[in-house]
């Protein structure tokens, strides 16, 4: 179905591949991945195909319980799975701080980090610190996040000799962003609010983050790349809050959505895929390279969004 963009691209995945199979053949014993969101959805489906291909996985989950549930299905399925569930929410930047500073303490390496955990659309809230939840949520725990884990994946990096990754979960969503790209002045203006403007401008946020992180990688000769992708619209409970959105992809959802296994492919590709040895700052759809817009390549608008982004983490 052409139209859908399913024929295979230039790595030889498309539209249609699964996780398990952009991944089949890789080996990933002897890394650690930490998966934001891993207790649903295709976050669910990273953490299980990553701790599949021999992986040491570390699910950061907010409802520890749903984690469990996960952790012990995993290791049914997958005898050998290493598989660990500690609580996060991306939402609060002092859950973000505790999670990073236990992680770091353990001793644990980091080889991997997936920024997956995210919410859409939902009604303007503020953040347990003040900000929009959505970029709260989507882009800010993130970025703190990751920060936070940096020197942990460097050193890692240095002494397995492997390069590290960071996965942003973006979403094509990032082309339907405010006008204005970012709204630095007005990130929690509630009476401008737009539920998907404000989704739109997280993932935008997530791209742009995966760019100015990559120029700060290489000024520091850090053996870590940092990429985004949109993993193609999938019905999770993402979708929760339009309930006329959720009843048509209840109807009709299964003849154009992808399933989880889709879902989480491109995901595992940037993560795992020897063909992606070197590559950073890119933007992948449907397991290849995907083009995004004027605003999601603007490296003053990104050095911009990380200066803002440090402001609001201090």
């Not at 207790?39 to 570390?58: F, N, P, Q, Y």
């Not at 619209?233 to 989880?260: C, E, P, W």
């Not at 020897?274 to 759809?285: A, H, I, R, T």
């Amino acid at each position: 179905m052409w139209f859908f963009g399913r024929g295979k691209g230039p790595s030889g995945f498309s539209y249609s591949s699964t996780a398990q199979e952009v991944t089949d053949g890789v080996d990933a014993s002897g890394l650690t991945a930490i998966v934001t969101g891993a207790s649903s959805g295709i976050g669910t489906e990273t953490a299980r195909v990553l701790a599949l291909r021999g992986a040491h996985v570390v699910m950061g989950v907010r409802n520890m319980a749903a984690g469990k549930e996960v952790k012990e299905a995993i290791v049914k399925e997958i005898p050998t799975a290493k598989v660990d569930a500690l609580e996060l929410d991306l939402s609060s930047l002092s859950s973000v701080r505790k999670f990073a500073s236990d992680y770091n303490r353990s001793g644990r390496p980091l080889n991997l980090l997936i920024n997956n955990a995210g919410i859409m659309a939902i009604p303007f809230k503020l953040s347990t610190d003040n900000v929009e939840l959505q970029f709260a949520t989507n882009h800010l725990g993130h970025f703190l996040l990751t920060n936070l884990l940096l020197d942990n994946m460097k050193k890692t990096a240095r002494k397995s000799k492997r390069e590290g990754r960071i996965v942003n979960v973006s979403s094509e969503a990032h082309r339907y962003s405010y006008r204005e790209g970012i709204r630095f002045d007005k990130i929690n203006d509630q009476k401008g609010y737009s539920s998907f403007g404000a989704y739109g401008q997280s993932k935008l946020a997530n791209v742009l983050h995966a760019k100015e992180l990559t120029r700060r990688l290489k000024e520091d000769g850090a053996n870590i790349t940092a990429n985004a992708l949109h993993p193609g619209v999938i019905a999770t409970n993402l979708f929760r809050y339009q309930n006329s959105v959720a009843g048509i992809i209840g109807n009709v959802g299964k003849f154009f959505m992808k399933n989880l296994q889709q879902g989480a492919a491109t995901t595992c590709y940037v993560a795992l895929h020897p063909q992606l040895k070197g590559v950073s700052g890119e933007y992948f759809k449907n397991s290849n390279l995907g083009k995004t817009t004027a605003q999601a390549t603007d490296i003053e608008l990104a050095k911009k969004l990380w200066e803002f982004s440090i402001n609001l983490t201090k």
